[in-house]
């Protein structure tokens, strides 16, 4: 079980990121968001590729679940942190944190 404050940790070790509000939400960002944290800390959302959203709800749906708008089938996906192992939040984290890098880089 991971809670708010352990996803934070986790999501500021990783570089160049920085923590700042977005709406009612955490987000965590490299110029780009790649999650975010909700304010009860019971979930994160995290931006994923489609096709690894996919794996990620078919491997472990009980801590994965696509998000239900346009976002969602971008590849946005909810992490449901108390059903969710560090392990899963940490790799979860930098799948997400690799693309924002990629995407802050590119012109």
Known sequence: MV???????????????VAAPH??????????IYA?????G?????MFTPE???FKCMLAPEVFQRID????????TTLWLEKAS???????????????VVRARTP
């Open 69 to 76: 708008n346009g976002w969602g089938r971008k590849g946005a």
């Open 86 to 100: 560090e392990e899963d939040a940490r790799a979860a984290l930098k799948m997400a944190h690799a693309h924002a």
């Open 3 to 17: 809670d708010g404050a352990t996803f934070t940790r986790m999501a500021m070790l990783l570089p160049e990121t």
């Open 36 to 40: 975010t944290l909700a304010a009860d």
């Open 52 to 54: 690894e959203q996919e």
């Open 42 to 46: 019971r979930s994160a959302n995290l």
């Open 23 to 32: 709406f009612d939400r955490t987000a965590f960002k490299v110029r780009r």
